[in-house]
């Protein structure tokens, strides 16, 4: 079995986001790249099931649309673990174009079990995992907390509202995943940082595609009036107060 | 022309959720000036089905077929979209809840829409068609166009309200005659929790950080919730710990609520933390650190220490339910 982890680089999530050229696009000055933390844990869920060997998961890989300033965060990839790596050499434009250029090279490669995270920490769309298993036409989940692999089968727990629905799908098939899939990430040890620099990326040029939305400015949210403190040995005043003023409970 | 809108069926009711999503869809139709059909798959009730009139629902399809009695979304996708092209739907909105996020990426692909993500508020403006969606995780809006004759749009749980309408809505029973496809999910086994409150449904949540201490001291805080009728809720640390399950983690990584009301108890308000409670409507803060970020989040703040503090709002709050 092979496995595909889709993943992104976003801004490190301690980032205080600023925006340039008219607030049109992110100021990327000092910002500190990082996978995007569902990725991450996704690509450390996946790494499990190989070290399983009931499992029969063969190899490992990571697939990423972006320019070549996103190959740190590859080589951080194949550093976790991952045996090799694809990038598709464009500008992510928007969730339908990412996910029509991965779903073109998944193709190509042929997966049995491909993996999204839920969101990115920048575009927050969860879009692009659906969208790939609709442009491939397989199974996917979304919500998924928990992936195992079952007789060659993968058996995964996805969140409902109020529980959890154990569920199996046939292969090929896509697992949409979210917090609970890994415990914690997997940090890369010294050697896996010396051997990721020998792995394999390899390139792929896009295929014309158009994308359907366009981000025309970014806005701060409206700041917050500033708190108003309340003695902590008369908490009901802070009752009171949620009761009259802001008539919320 | 008709804006489409998927209301989830639980257990054979709606919930407030479904109700917000047609108020929103009348919005969005009557910018348009047009109407709202409200779709919904699996056995109802007629009564329940006419409550959506009262919400702005022109027209309510209804479609129980037994090979959908599970979400798989290649197929409940291949119903919404065969409906949305027989309704000339330019709108489709669906919730940015689980469901909502598994469906609006296939129908996106099916219909070649473009989708914008987590709104919660109206359009800016339909020509052209331009919505403010969430981005970089609550700490900015992203004004956005969206170029695609059909549109689909996910709204936020909780961050548009209820709107009522006098309004009698026509019903329609309906099978759609379309082929779903063999069906390639399996459920195995459904674990339910009865009668909780939802963190994600919830107009008022209690959440305890590392200022708790100890997964021993979460009684009051519980009780807490439960007095208010609200849900339970924790930062990141807390669950990491083990010291809560991680459904009940809240934050970047965790679950995006916009709750009326946001008690957060021992928890500093890392960014990562605010980015999922950052759109409560009110901030309550309880921190023994007069710095905390939390506070520049707050409203209303105590500075204090979270096990002191806890049992005298429980008993405040008994008073007033007296």
Redesign the interface.
Known sequence: MKILVCISNVPDTTTKVRFTEGNKSLDTAGIQWVINPWDELSLTRALELKENPSTGVKSVTVAHVGTTASEATIRKALAIGADEAIRVNAEPADAWYTAFQLAEVIRKEQFDLIMCGIESSDYNGSLVGGMIAEFLGVPNLSAVSSLNIENGKPVMVREIDGGKETVSLTVPCLAVVQKGIAKEPRIASMRGIMTARTKQIKIYEPVPAEPLTEIVVFEKPAPRAACRFIDPENPAELIRLLQNEAKVI | MSVLVFT?N?DGKF?KLSFELVSYARGVADMLNTSVIALQIGAMDEAELIKLGNFGASRIISIDRPELK?????AW?EVIATVARKENAKVIILS????G??????L???L???????VSRLPLETEPF?V?????????????????EVKIL?LLQNSYGLSETENKAVMERVDIQTDVGAI???????????G?V?L??A??VVSGGRGMKSPDNWGPLVELASL?GGATACSRPV??EGWRP??E?TG???KIISP??YIAVGISG???HL?GV?SS?????INTDKDAPI???????????AL??LP??V???K??KK
């Open positions: 989830e639980w919930k599970n979400l798989d979304n290649q996708a940015g809840n689980n469901t996020k598994a469906l609006a990426p296939r996106s692909v099916k070649k829409a473009g989708v914008g993500a987590g331009t403010y969606k969430r981005a970089f995780s609550g700490n900015a809006l992203a004004k956005t166009l969206i170029r695609t996910t390639k999910t399996e459920v195995l086994d459904v674990h339910k929790q009865p909780k939802l994600t449904d107009d008022i208010l669950s990491d991680h459904e983690h970047q990584t965790g009326n009301l890392a960014t990562q980015a950052s409507k009110y901030i309550v803060a506070f520049e989040a707050a409203q209303y703040g105590i500075v204090g220490d002191k503090v005298k709002l008993e405040a709050v008073e007033i």
